[in-house]
């Protein structure tokens, strides 16, 4: 991935298994939220950002010059830092992907709400309020919320960008207990700063140092017994 | 600098601050004290039994029964007037220029006497309908002006002198006194509270009656604005902001936007004029197949006109306010598969509304008191109101080009203030309705998003 023409995530070859989570921790700019925001093409947002290589999402190739971007954008779901719940009610929030995506009849719009919402683990909050406005909830339910609405299109893959950073400790273990429940059901990459937090959510995680993939392995293995040094200088906490 | 030094600095800049303020806030009350005060005297007067007169004849509104009941007592008051007058005449003829002046001063206070014909002019069918000048004209009965020389260093003062003096030993003399002392029953004045200045018709060019067509025309002008520069302006600020690229042209297209907003309102007029009406005759269109073809003013043309004149208003408030949406909205709705369009209507758009509606409204206000550009494309000073389909056809009067046609090329502009200040005083209330509604709505639906 180049901004301009400085390189900001270099020679990294990651295979993501599917229905696990898969985190990736590393220091402030070393190109983690560069990397996950090339798997939705999220990056071609930014003017002069380009990518070389190949990025397969079940064998498709994300940066082939005839996809569809919209479609695989429904493809892979995003959660973001902030909570960024639109300023309408929760229930256009999280029936606003199925409604541009064609689902019109009022029941079944319903039936997606209420099933990404209990899988979002916001249901029994916010059953009663559906009309009312989402930034009327405390950041950790518009986090669940964004995630509700990430949910409600039926992604293969979600991506979260340090989901809990914005969040007090309360919510963070609210989004890690959805993220423990989510697991099996969708492919997850994550990218957090906290390393107990990829240690305690995820099956494997990845380390990366200034725009390159330094190791991955097994979360379990890559906390315990770390192959590079700098990995290890990191977990122990010597930089970052 | 020292600590009592800053003190001193920031208390001095505090009371410059308000004395400035103080100074705008005197300029403003000094402004609108008289619109107000002689704005309001438009609709709320002392009326005379000739202002009734005026709307039972031509608007056919008012109390009959109160109407005959002080009509008889007015013309019982006026009858020893024209006897004495039968009685002059009787005596020394009817040619006589004096007399003549006499009557037509009458004339004025009192409207035509019973004996004449009814002349064509509405202004000659009636006396004075307001007090005001019931009592100028009684005056001008009362007096003759007439020039003093005396004193040669000095130009010629005028100085009134009793009509009474010429009339001196005929049976005229006893009038004088009669008009002086019985002008009340002669007139009947009483306070009215009339609504009609807004909604009636205008009668013989504004001598009575009231200012609708120029308020429907200015509405129709402004609304026929909107419609054509919101949609243009949205739209482009939409391309400026999401799709232009970065590029020196663009960089162009923006000074060139921003000076447009700079460019004189005459120069947008003689655009209308050139353009519009002489180039694209564009009320040609919708005139019936058998009409001679000409294009001319029309609220169409007036309408497109003024659509340009705040089009860069409108882009420039609607830009801001799309830039101002957070990204995170856009990265949430692209995030879900939104193509690039759909994410612009149905989220940069909505949270973008509030900023866009104020640019909207402020631009109604600007576009409803803009005079110049409406000169050469759509006003004209008198017409009657129109209907929805006349406006693509058809020129109106509207406030602002009225409000000078009557102050300066009027016959009668004297005897018509209370007009010219009423549409002032209208204009005004109008322009600020509009602003009013911008902040209501904008708190409104800022309100409604915040949740």
Request: aromatic share 8%; glycine share 8%; hydrophobic share 45%.
């Amino acid at each position: 991935m180049f901004y301009g023409d400085s390189a900001a995530v270099r020679d990294v070859t990651l295979g993501v298994p599917r229905g696990k989570v898969t985190a990736i921790i590393g220091p402030s700019g070393c190109g983690k939220s560069t990397l996950l925001r090339a798997i939705n093409r999220m990056n071609d947002l930014i003017r002069g950002c380009r990518a070389t290589g190949r990025l397969l999402l079940e064998g498709e190739d994300v940066y082939r010059p005839q996809i569809d971007v919209t479609a695989l954008r429904r493809r892979v779901g995003m959660v973001f830092q902030k909570p960024n719940p639109f300023p309408k009610s929760i229930f256009d929030n999280v029936a606003y992907g199925p409604r541009i995506h064609g689902v019109r009849s009022r029941s079944d719009l319903q039936g997606i709400v209420e099933q990404s919402l209990r899988r979002a683990a916001l249901w029994d909050e916010v059953k009663d309020r559906m009309r009312q406005n989402a930034l009327g909830l405390s950041g950790g339910q518009q986090q669940r919320l964004c995630i509700a609405r990430a949910l409600a299109v039926e992604p293969e893959l979600l991506l979260m960008d340090e989901p809990t950073s914005a969040l007090d400790p309360m919510a963070t273990d609210h989004i890690e207990n959805l993220i423990a429940e989510l697991r099996g059901t969708y492919t997850i990459i994550i990218v957090t700063h906290n390393m107990q937090q990829a240690a305690r959510v995820s099956d494997l995680t990845a380390f990366m140092y200034v725009g390159e993939l330094i190791e991955v392995g097994d979360t379990s293995g890559l906390f315990t017994k770390p192959v590079n040094q700098r990995t290890q200088d990191y977990i122990t906490g010597r930089f970052g | 600098m020292r600590l009592g030094t800053r003190k001193v600095v920031d208390r001095s800049f505090t009371g410059l601050g308000i004395f400035s303020i103080a100074l705008v806030s005197l300029a403003l009350v000094i402004l609108l004290t008289p619109i107000v005060v002689r704005g309001i005297g438009a609709v709320v007067f002392r009326a005379t039994i000739e202002h009734d007169r005026v709307l039972m004849e031509h608007f056919e509104r008012g109390n009959a029964s109160t109407f005959a009941a002080r009509n008889a007592t007015a013309i019982a008051a006026r009858a020893p007037v024209y006897e004495m007058l039968t009685a002059y005449e009787a005596q020394y003829g009817v040619d006589d220029f004096e007399l003549e002046e006499l009557r037509e001063a009458l004339q004025r206070l009192l409207g035509p006497a019973p004996d004449q014909s009814k002349p064509t002019l509405a202004r000659d069918q009636f006396g004075a309908t307001r007090w005001a000048q019931a009592q100028e004209a009684a005056h001008n009965v009362l007096y003759v002006q007439e020039w003093d020389y005396s004193d040669p260093t000095q130009f010629g003062v005028p100085v009134d002198v009793p009509r009474a003096k010429r009339f001196a030993g005929t049976p005229l003399e006893s009038l004088f006194p009669y008009v002086s002392e019985h002008l009340d029953e002669m007139l009947q004045p009483h306070w009215t509270l009339y609504w009609g200045f807004l909604l009636d018709d205008s009668l013989d060019a504004h001598m009575f009656g009231g200012i609708w067509a120029e308020i429907l025309g200015t509405l129709y002008l402004t609304i026929g604005a909107v419609l054509f520069a919101v949609p243009m302006g949205i739209i482009s600020a939409i391309y400026l902001v999401e799709y232009a690229p970065d590029h020196w042209l663009i960089g162009v297209l923006r000074s060139c936007i921003s000076t447009l907003a700079g460019v004189p309102s005459i120069v947008f007029g003689l655009f209308g004029l050139a353009f519009f009406i002489n180039t694209a005759q564009v009320s040609k269109y919708f005139m019936a197949a058998d009409s001679t073809g000409v294009s001319s003013k029309s609220i169409l043309a007036g309408s497109l006109t003024l659509a340009i004149l705040i089009l860069p208003v409108i882009i420039r408030a609607a830009e801001e306010a799309i830039r101002a949406v957070p990204r995170t909205y856009k990265e949430a709705a692209l995030s879900v598969g939104a193509g690039k369009w759909r994410t612009i209507l149905t989220v940069m758009l909505p949270a973008a509304l509030p900023g866009i509606l104020t640019g909207i409204v402020i631009s109604m206000g600007r576009a409803a008191g803009e005079t110049a550009p409406i000169i050469f494309t759509a006003a004209v000073s008198v017409g009657r109101p129109l209907e929805v389909w006349q406006t693509l056809t058809q020129p109106t009067p509207a406030l602002p080009w009225s409000v000078y046609n009557l102050c300066t090329e009027h016959t009668a502009a004297d005897e018509i203030r209370h007009v010219q200040y009423g549409m002032v005083l209208t204009l005004v209330v109008l322009v600020l309705l509009l602003n009013t509604a911008a902040i209501i709505l904008r708190a409104r639906v800022s309100r409604r998003l915040a949740g």
